[in-house]
């Protein structure tokens, strides 16, 4: 059984939201990811013989009317694709591609060319899809001054102000990503256990919590708010005009998150730029500095994968220099 590239990408796109039931987010970025695969390997081989015409068309004059059979990709081709990413490509914007995310192309080619196996075609093994090996990621945290900093940054004189500091102390109260702190609703907290479940990547529902200081802002935002839309959190600024006001309009978006930490950083005069994940990793720094264990961050920041939260190494290390010093033999 063979295919051509562009209906093998579609078929697969197709089965991660339907049957994996991924997000659409996700979903895209695999798109983005194959298709300029798809792009480039077109590009680079359509004066070679391998390029046979569409059934669309007749013409193999652009990229866009040519195909290639997946089973044709060896690991020749694949190399090539590495080198162009890592010695050739360079963004308009951004320049060349960090090794990171030259890995997120390969990643999602191994996605790939793994559902075309179950689909009984004869393709390169995913195995043979090296990485590559990563520098260890540096996590940057705030410390202890630098979040009280960060907080005390913000005027709580309105509603405007009390929202801003309330999603503050959420953002680390809970670890949540931006991305699910802006999707919250009011009905999803629960105050009586200081709780709320969130739906995280992967579609996976998983509890966070709030402490005390998290807790008391919450409910002194919600207390000053007037309106009756579903949003946790919204919007005070734009289009005011009542019968075009709804929960969607009003929810706050992630860039304004972004562009709100952004503005505070600055008063609290914290020198490198900053976004909300930031808070994210100070709540798992903190959380592991207290004495919780690895595997229970792991679970309340929605890793899949412990090694995904392994990257905390700067506090686990820590505590290991702790543990030597304290029970070896040698330090007595």
């Given at each position: 059984m063979c295919m051509d590239i562009k209906n093998a990408i579609l078929r697969f796109l197709e089965y991660c939201e339907l049957d994996r039931n991924l997000s659409l987010k996700t979903v895209r970025m695999y798109g983005y990811y194959l298709q300029f695969f798809q792009e480039w390997l077109l590009n680079s081989?359509?004066?070679?013989?391998?390029?046979?015409?569409?059934?669309?068309?007749?013409?193999?004059?652009?990229?866009?009317?040519?195909?290639?059979?997946v089973g044709k990709i060896d690991e020749n081709i694949i190399r090539e694709f590495?080198?162009?990413?890592?010695?050739?490509?360079?963004?308009?914007?951004?320049?060349e591609l960090k090794r990171q995310t030259q890995s997120y192309f390969l990643v999602a080619l191994r996605s790939f060319f793994r559902y075309l196996i179950r689909q009984d075609m004869k393709v390169i093994s995913p195995d043979k899809i090296e990485l590559g090996k990563q520098k260890d990621r540096e996590i940057k945290f705030l410390r202890?001054?630098?979040?009280?900093?960060?907080?005390?940054?913000?005027?709580?004189?309105?509603?405007?102000?009390?929202?801003?500091?309330?999603?503050?102390?959420?953002?680390?109260?809970?670890?949540?990503?931006?991305?699910?702190?802006?999707?919250?609703?009011?009905?999803?907290?629960?105050?009586?256990?200081?709780e709320m479940s969130v739906m995280g990547k992967g579609s996976k529902i998983r509890v966070v919590f709030l402490s005390k200081r998290a807790k008391e802002w919450l409910e002194k935002?919600?207390?000053?708010?007037?309106?009756?839309?579903?949003?946790?959190?919204?919007?005070?600024?734009?289009?005011?005009?009542?019968?075009?006001?709804?929960?969607?309009k009003l929810r706050l978006s992630v860039r304004s998150i972004e562009r709100m930490i952004e503005k505070y950083r600055k008063k609290a005069g914290i020198l490198f730029r900053i976004g909300p994940h930031i808070l994210r990793h100070s709540f798992a720094t903190d959380l592991l500095r207290e004495g919780a264990d690895l595997r229970s961050v792991q679970d309340m920041l929605g890793h899949k994968n412990i090694a995904t939260t392994q990257v905390y190494t700067h506090v686990t290390n820590a505590r290991l220099r702790e543990v030597h010093e304290r029970y070896h033999s040698g330090n007595k």
């Open positions: 081989r359509k004066s070679t013989s391998e390029v046979l015409p569409s059934l669309r068309s007749s013409s193999t004059s652009e990229v866009t009317d040519m195909t290639f059979e590495r080198l162009y990413l890592s010695h050739q490509y360079k963004n308009k914007f951004k320049g202890d001054d630098q979040l009280k900093a960060l907080f005390e940054a913000v005027s709580p004189k309105n509603e405007m102000g009390v929202r801003d500091r309330t999603i503050l102390e959420v953002l680390f109260s809970t670890g949540l990503r931006v991305s699910e702190l802006v999707s919250l609703n009011r009905e999803q907290i629960n105050f009586q256990t200081s935002y919600l207390s000053m708010r007037r309106d009756a839309f579903k949003p946790l959190f919204i919007r005070y600024s734009g289009p005011k005009a009542d019968s075009d006001l709804t929960d969607v």
